[in-house]
């Protein structure tokens, strides 16, 4: 399970560093602003591979998506906003993206990577639990495996800018992170970044 994570890289420079077009930084000002309280619903930097158009190749981009994936089947409420009433999808579990209703068509062709500087895991008895964070060796960012949706309500105007949102991948907690938890996001190395993104 990842609840909460933290990011400190200003996705200009994040685009900068991995070859991408940074697409979040034109959208608000906010999105150069370290946050090591990441929490659902929050909008955070994301990479997918996109065409311009359909016969250029595909290039990476930096995007803002909130976290917290609504299904493109997702009902509206009254003003205008996603039906969020039952629980927020934050995680998805790598042994059930490609059979879940809510994951399966994402899992195909629409892939990110979220990265962050960690995760925060909780350990201990309800009321006193210790908060540990998860964070690589060298210091350098972790590009997690997630999925991202488009969702616009039916009756919305054609030219309306659609709410995209993103889950992150999880696994089986391996070494003495099962020590910790039992779950934890799927890393996506350097060498797979491209064929995460573009299957």
Do not use: Q
């Not at 995007?63 to 906003?81: E, H, I, N, S, Y």
């Not at 006193?128 to 060298?138: H, L, Q, R, S, V």
Request: with cysteine; glycine share 6%; hydrophobic share 35%.
């Amino acid at each position: 399970m990842c609840g909460r994570f933290a990011v400190t890289t200003d996705p200009a420079l994040l685009a900068e560093k991995i070859k991408a077009i940074d697409e979040a930084t034109a959208e608000t000002k906010d999105a150069s602003a370290p946050n090591y309280n990441v929490a659902p619903t929050t909008r955070v930097a994301t990479v997918v591979k996109r065409h311009t158009e359909p016969d250029d190749e595909s290039t990476r981009r930096v995007r803002l998506m909130r976290w917290g994936l609504v299904p493109p089947w997702a009902k509206a409420t009254d003003d205008g906003a996603p039906d969020t009433k039952g629980p927020l999808l934050i995680n998805a579990r790598s042994d059930k993206v490609t059979s879940s209703p809510a994951f399966r068509s994402s899992a195909k062709a629409k892939r990110c990577l979220v990265p962050m500087d960690g995760w925060y895991e909780w350990r201990g008895e309800k009321g006193a639990k210790t908060p540990f964070f998860m964070y690589a060796g060298d210091g350098e960012p972790l590009f997690m495996a997630g999925l991202w949706s488009t969702w616009r309500p039916k009756n919305a105007d054609k030219d309306a800018k659609p709410l995209l949102s993103c889950t992150i991948i999880t696994t089986d907690a391996a070494g003495p992170l099962a020590d910790i938890h039992d779950r934890m996001p799927l890393t996506v190395s350097e060498r797979d970044w491209d064929r995460w993104l573009d299957p």
